[in-house]
């Protein structure tokens, strides 16, 4: 089993941005406690500030993975182009905020691409990353 | 460690509600996965159609609970008392949706109650109650 | 046949309400005239306040009754999860305004119930009740 | 007792249309049902596409009917103009629609033609007329 | 004279609410505040987090008492419910809120109970509801 | 010197319509009085229910007068065609109401068919024809 | 008979305005117009920048003048104030712009003032002043 | 094959309408225009300034034409009945403009005749009815 | 102790404006019986139609006053700059409204210097100052 | 003559995607049949992902091509950059659309770049692109 | 070169405010900043708490002065008067603010004189002014 | 000191754009300009037309530069993840644009971007530049 785990813009920053809404931990960290608690599990990670980069490695993702985990940052309010390249790939996909994002700026409250995705998770931190590997895992194993 | 789920209206319909959005099992089936999925955890699971009574049980778990997981079903889009009585309680706290709903209807974006609780998440059916089980424990080992 | 007549907040205050908006009729008095004219038909009339309570009786119809005539009141305009239990109900719904409610204030415009049941009468006092129980004999006797 | 049932626009395609929307029967059909059950009542039924025409009939209603029931079709909700000929016409007047507008589109939410008329009745298919005519023939006999 | 003051939902938290917001005092001090500086009136305090419970209190109190104050806690943004219970009552009435609800979120500037009271008093804390019955007794005096 | 005053739907009920609004005179009353103050014009005075007959009026207008004076009634907030055969019509043109239309319904405050034409009064009953026919007269003898 | 005209903000600057707007004339050259029109009646000509002057003006008219003509410039769609001070006036009333105010921006379609008023003149350049004393002339006389 | 190619209310105008929009051909000419390069299709023209007759047209149709492609003018953006006989038509529709309307008015943004057709042509003149021609016939020629 | 009581625009009007609104009192009787209830407090009453004279009064007061209670008229849904004046005013100050806003207008629904004070008293008459004296004097003398 | 062809997000995944919105065929099939219908003329085809590299080639085609025909994809109703890049080229520019985008979700109603360009085409899936080669010949040779 | 440096309602507490948003300095010490920086240009420093003092200064500029900058305060988002003496004026023209509006509330994103200026500076606190004169002196010398 | 100097999409076509907007230098004869100006301070120029390419820019300027001049076009009005690498990043940041925004379309009201930058000027074409490194030398002096 091989998950993808994308991330989008600003989110290399981790670490150094605001603790309150996104934890304290850096990508790297986070990849690697991922690791730790799912070691039968193989991942991807990639970020990328690139929007249109994003939309590659969704359409490609098809024939390489077995599900997606994808914190679009910024673009997860304004991306029509993300949305519909998330709705086209039949893959379990999964949208994650570290933060929680209906206490955060109006302009947060428009989720776009979510609605591409089969579920949402936000506010947990890097726990979020963690709860949708043990979600994704489930889907993948049932087969939905 | 002891853990309050409570479901809000229509929540016991469940087994009989559109599978589309939540699934097909009964409520209280998806009782007795989650305590097989976290044996080692105890629970109470608390179901009523009443507004105030949900209100009721949120101000009482302080005391007797180390976290609490709501889903409010429709009151999430309309209840200020709600999210009132859950920005009060100082437990870590978590909301949850069977279904998608950025997938829904206009009036089910309205995230009311959501803001009262530390996150949230929505689209996975029964699962969704086990991903938040597996967040809260951790969120209560963390002590935050 | 046996047909269940709920009514919401404030209906028990009819013939002390505005006459201009509900008529001059007590709800005694209404339900007199409901059996009166349809004498062949059987009848529960129930009235409450409480926004679980209506829920609890619509979860409770589909075994004791063929159809359901709702005055929802106050909580026509407001209430998800009403609106969540009639839709779950599979008996022939219908929903009664004493008032020409586009008449009235902008917040009574917004009918969250409504889309629950099949059908919808408006404006005419007690007489909104008489017709819904015109139309709902002839949707069971149809079978839809 | 004279009764003028009009019909506004595309409502001479009844039988064409979607029967989930409007019922499966023509406007043939529906007249008949009318006279069938309400044998004692004289009835002028008249359709047509054109706004004007409409209001010429409603300007003319004053002398020659005791009460008027209209499905405006598409110009309920456009149609200031149809909506001042029926708030000056003093008779009993109700508004009648096959389909349950509440569940189709935004548009159709707007109801200008609704507040010119004493009552409502929705979503019924062609039982929305015959319940029309049981309660303007109260409405009559009752001389308000 | 005899006075109901009401409380709703999460009233009953004061004390352990944000002291910016609601004060330091708990409602049972409040009381006993009141009591103090009106040692002449009789007062009977109820609180409750169920809307139909309020509802049920204000169409009960014309025959025992001669004015109400009430602070509708969250309701008083949600609930039509309840503003019509109160429109419907002809005793004098006060809305009281113990924050200043102009600066707080969005969703608290929406007063829907407010307008079935006489007046509105915001901001004071715990000495909104002084200046409430300082009121009170002179519209209950004069007679309006 | 040949003006067209055309009246749009329901004008020709003036006399009956409330006369708050609409003053106390029928349409020929009106036209009496302005023929009477205004001896050295002649008129042509036109209505109709007829959208389609005003446009077809207004397009036919160049070639046989020298201005219009137009009382679209209803069609006033709704009509973008009779705005646009207004707007192509190359004679001084002007709207007018007789009730005034800031203090009456949220729809009559969308003015379309008034940006057709050069200028607009309102709120003088019968003697907003006589303003419009003393300024069209300047207009047309300075020749804007 | 003597009437008041009351020029609000930027009037004193007619002549050098934009003349597509606001004609050629400048207000001292309007107010000689009006004069040699209307010989007969009394008028006071007073412009003012100030909100504040404006609304003392309005509220000493009442033993000094038989009606008033405003033109408040920018403050109509602004003043609450001046709207007050209108409708507590209880003599004739006419409000009038020189430009046609619906084919400009967004923010002059918003008339609050205009509502104080008993009717509307709007893009006749000068020759609305003068239409506003033809009808104010006519309103006064018939003491309405 | 043969085609309907019907126009609303002021495109008999053309010709006379602002060229910048509109283009510089009248109506006739366009007409010339597409018989010469489409002569293999017989064609149908039909302009009227009345919704009513646009609908009737479109409702006889079906019998006699292979598709209709019409020009809505200004009732595109304002008949929900049009838009409906539309939908009811089961033949190929192309709505098309001569303008390109996202660079005009606001209310000219609204289409809600567009959602009856299959498609949309806006912004090229003359040429948008020949592209239509183009278009329609291979849509009748693949049958769907 | 000191206490300045501002009055806004149209205030001196008090006892020839709508009494349902604003009771039957002058301004004048309104301070002497102020005065009356609160013997032992001296006062400064102000009225002015002047926005700016209010900002003037309100900046001078921090040495004069020992709190300020102010009813801004129609400049309560308008003025920012009045706002601003109130918030940098470090004084107890409380907005007080003879009427009851929330059951009139639209526009006076936009509360705009109300953030600019501590609270907030509406729809009490004249004794709308006298509960904001009797609160005035408690936070002057917590010395909040 | 040589055409450039500009295909964004997602139109890569053609002939995968949903067919009643996109048709059938892949985006080489599409060129192919392009090719085939206007063998007289050259065209460049460029497909992308990334918003800045669509800008890039429209910047870059003024001296290479005589016309551009561009499906912006999702970026069609959230890109201004892309939309001012159009503008600034001034060589004739058509927008098309596989699907009807009137009749699908709300945020594909906002239009952002189609106003850079000369002209719309909407609803035809593959035969929208052959429309637009049809219009842009036209438009090349009248130099328009 | 003369300059005319005008300041709106409260900026002369500056000093006093909040200096996160509007900086330490008193309006004084402004003044002595701005003289030292541009020893070579003549100014003059107004401020007034008073709207129409405002316009009349912009009014009376045009003969004295070769360029205004202008900080409106809380005029900025509420004042068409204002606006439209800045339009009127034929001098360059500059908004300043201290503080960064964007970040600030609602209201303030509203910018209603700031389109009768050139130019828009808003951020820097103090230095704003000086960026202002910076441009201003450019500007004059450009002639534009 | 070393300013990076950030231009976003189309800016690379200064001199070719619309020179009412704009100006009419070439963004190389800016980029001369400002050096002449400031000829002690060193400047880097970059241009994109990629999104991610400016993020990535402003990620990596922390340890490279002073302080950030940026005008994102485009983005300025769409882009959440721009501005949310502008809030992470810890320099003086200043946003310009050439043009005067709020004299222009409503989607250009929007500004995303500006609320991640410490001051914003518009309005001044090049010179809105030159304003920006005077005010950002002071910034980063001021340590800022």
Redesign the interface.
């Known amino acids: 089993m091989k998950i993808l785990i994308l991330n ?3 989110l ?2 981790l670490g ?2 605001d603790s309150n809404y996104y934890g304290d931990l850096t990508l790297d960290k986070i990849e690697e406690i991922i690791k730790k608690e799912f070691p039968e599990i193989e991942f991807e990670f990639f970020q ?6 994003l ?2 490695k969704i ?1 490609n993702a098809i024939n390489n993975f077995n599900g997606i985990i994808i914190n679009p ?13 998330l709705t ?1 790939c039949k893959l379990p996909k999964i949208e994650v905020h570290l933060s ?1 994002l ?2 955060r700026e109006n ?2 409250q428009n ?2 691409t ?2 591409g ?8 931190k890097e ?2 990353y ?2 949708a590997v ?2 994704i895992i ?2 993948i194993r049932k087969g939905s």
């Open positions: 989008g813009p600003n290399n920053l150094a941005r990328t500030n690139y929007e249109g980069e939309i590659n359409q940052g910024g673009y997860a309010h304004t991306s029509v182009a993300l949305r519909d390249s086209e929680h209906v206490n302009f947060r989720l776009i979510a609605s995705c089969d579920g949402y998770i936000s506010g947990f726990n979020s963690l709860a043990y979600l489930k889907m």
